[in-house]
């Protein structure tokens, strides 16, 4: 919205200048189609800048009406001039005041416009930049899960032999959270009738040596850093392949 209310002043400024300017920027025009605000501020330069430089006539023309005033009223008072030639010249002055004004305005109105269209830059630029943070803070606690293609033909009848070489490595039992379908994958709406869930933290000591037994043995696994919502309830290893939907 605001943007077309950006355009709308730009191209009624720019008619502005286009009648009042004529002769020195005839082809001052603007492209409606094309309102970027990468535009809109290089439009707005443009007509800040030539209405700077109609100023600068303005400027010269005034200067001149005034010094040929001056002679005027010397005439005058020397009686060599009627005196309502005066108020002529007078009303001139004035008049091309007026307009000098107007230009002078259009340039306040173009800087105002220009420090608008900018502001609204940068909000947007800041915005983009904290969605980036954002972004950035959520793939830093994003768990990261590992995720191993075995080859071997796995199936949750080979768990024996994983469980063995845990409990003969640890001297403790594998501590399994889910031994084929439980209430949890229930509730997820996950297959995971031929996986096992191992309540071990990929990166402890215990979950680094029982990943690469699997990867030795071929076994595929995932395992997860963390929780992910409606897919893994906290930081463990599953054994098997991704589980599919329950259909
Ligand atoms: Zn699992």
């Given at each position: 919205?605001?943007?077309?209310?950006y355009?709308?002043?730009?191209?009624?400024?720019?008619?502005g200048?286009?009648?009042?300017n004529?002769?020195?920027?005839?082809?001052?025009?603007?492209?409606?189609?094309a309102?970027?605000s990468?535009?809109?501020?290089?439009?707005?330069?443009?007509y800040?800048?030539?209405?700077?430089?109609?100023?600068?006539?303005?400027?010269?023309?005034?200067?001149?009406?005034?010094?040929?005033?001056?002679?005027?009223?010397?005439?005058?008072?020397?009686?060599?001039?009627?005196?309502?030639?005066l108020?002529?010249?007078?009303?001139?002055?004035?008049?091309?005041?007026?307009?000098?004004?107007?230009?002078?305005?259009?340039?306040?109105?173009?800087?105002?416009?220009?420090?608008?269209?900018?502001?609204?830059?940068?909000?947007?630029?800041?915005?983009?930049?904290?969605?980036?943070?954002?972004n950035?803070?959520?793939?830093?606690?994003?768990?990261?899960?590992?995720?191993?293609?075995?080859?071997?033909?796995?199936?949750?009848?080979?768990?024996?032999?994983?469980?063995?070489?845990?409990?003969?490595?640890?001297g403790?039992?594998?501590?399994?959270?889910?031994?084929?379908?439980?209430?949890?994958?229930?509730?997820?709406?996950?297959?995971?009738?031929?996986?096992?869930?191992?309540?071990?933290?990929?990166?402890?000591?215990?979950?680094?040596?029982?990943?690469?037994?699997?990867?030795?043995?071929?076994?595929?696994?995932?395992?997860?850093?963390?929780?992910?919502?409606?897919?893994?309830?906290?930081?463990?290893?599953?054994?098997?392949?991704?589980?599919?939907?329950?259909?």
């Amino acid at each position: 919205m605001k943007r077309w209310n950006y355009l709308w002043i730009v191209a009624l400024l720019l008619c502005g200048v286009a009648t009042a300017n004529a002769q020195t920027n005839p082809q001052l025009s603007i492209n409606e189609t094309a309102a970027t605000s990468a535009d809109l501020l290089k439009a707005t330069r443009e007509y800040k800048s030539n209405s700077e430089d109609l100023l600068k006539l303005q400027e010269d023309e005034i200067k001149k009406a005034k010094q040929k005033l001056e002679q005027l009223r010397q005439l005058v008072a020397d009686g060599l001039v009627a005196r309502n030639e005066l108020a002529a010249a007078e009303d001139s002055v004035a008049a091309l005041q007026a307009t000098l004004e107007a230009t002078r305005k259009k340039i306040g109105d173009a800087e105002h416009m220009i420090a608008e269209i900018q502001s609204e830059d940068i909000r947007k630029t800041q915005m983009v930049a904290q969605a980036g943070l954002v972004n950035k803070a959520r793939s830093l606690v994003r768990p990261t899960v590992l995720r191993y293609n075995g080859a071997a033909n796995w199936s949750i009848a080979n768990l024996g032999g994983i469980q063995n070489f845990f409990s003969s490595t640890f001297g403790r039992s594998l501590p399994t959270s889910a031994v084929g379908q439980s209430a949890t994958h229930n509730g997820l709406g996950w297959d995971h009738r031929n996986s096992v869930d191992v309540g071990l933290h990929p990166d402890s000591v215990e979950g680094r040596t029982l990943i690469s037994f699997l990867q030795t043995q071929g076994i595929p696994f995932l395992a997860f850093r963390g929780a992910i919502p409606g897919v893994s309830t906290g930081a463990h290893i599953h054994i098997g392949r991704p589980s599919q939907r329950l259909s």
